[in-house]
């Protein structure tokens, strides 16, 4: 007669089970280690999960097992936080098997926002780099590793923390645009809600909404961590900025994003006025760094169109427009 049992308590070298009538037993030759043909003390199940053993002893174990993100950190590396600002943080870490990586992370210890890899190969893979973005300066944050194997088990780390850096000292804003052009010519006039609307996309990575991830929102905020990304258009992908009334450009700055295997990255690219002049075309050397190029568009909006480029989910980290507003 086989019969069931609750984890009751569990972590690294201990298991202890306990009946459903109440009492703890805590084997020494543990059935649910034997079982799964795991090491005894490089595993632990959740809690209150119910399993199943048989009158030789042979546990049967529901999926998904939760196991310690030790057991898959390569050489023993633990998932570290690195460049910490005042508005993200990422998360690194590298795992012998393939998982499907996320973090959740939140102000206390029951999170409440969750972030994933960016890479978007789909699957699983071993360099995680998960950003927690959309934190508050100076902030201490919970976060906690969570990867899923093929197999179906679970890797959970322990709960940490960070803190968030401070606010960087912004220079305080001029009241006087006039004032603040004179001082500084050539302002960026691709700003999302300061005189800039995106007119048209060619599409956004998994049908996103523009203010969404990999949305095209993300190559006009500031932020070199947070990128647009087309949905497979290759050298068809593009976008329209519209500066509602006519702009002097005189130059721009352009970031390719690019993937781990080499695709997603635009090679070149030209630039539309609104009178159907094509400028260019551009060359971008690499995915590296952000590119800077001269021009002389007057325009009141401007198309930016992929020429050459790897193939796949192109798109941009950051794109700059600056000029002068009439
Ligand atoms: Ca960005």
Redesign the pocket.
Known sequence: MSRKVFVVAAGIGLISFGFAGGYQIAPRANPLVEARGIEAGSESVAQNTEIEISDDGVATVPLPIILPIEAVAMDGIMPTVGDVTHRDALLNFTSSVPLACSVVYGKTDEFGMIATDLDMDGGGHTNHAPLMAGLEPDTVYFYRVQGTAADGSVYVGETSQFISAPAPELPPLREDIAENLAENPAENLAIIGQGMVIASVSSNYGDAENDQNWGVN???????????SSNGDGDDASLTLNFNDEVAISGIEVWSRTMSDGTAQITSFTLTDDGGTIHGPFSLPDASQTYAFDVNIETAQLRFDVESSSGGNTGL??FKVLGQRR
Request: hydrophobic letters at 40%; a negative charge; zero cysteines.
């Open positions: 993300r190559a006009f905020d500031g932020n070199e961590r947070t990128a647009w980290l950051e």
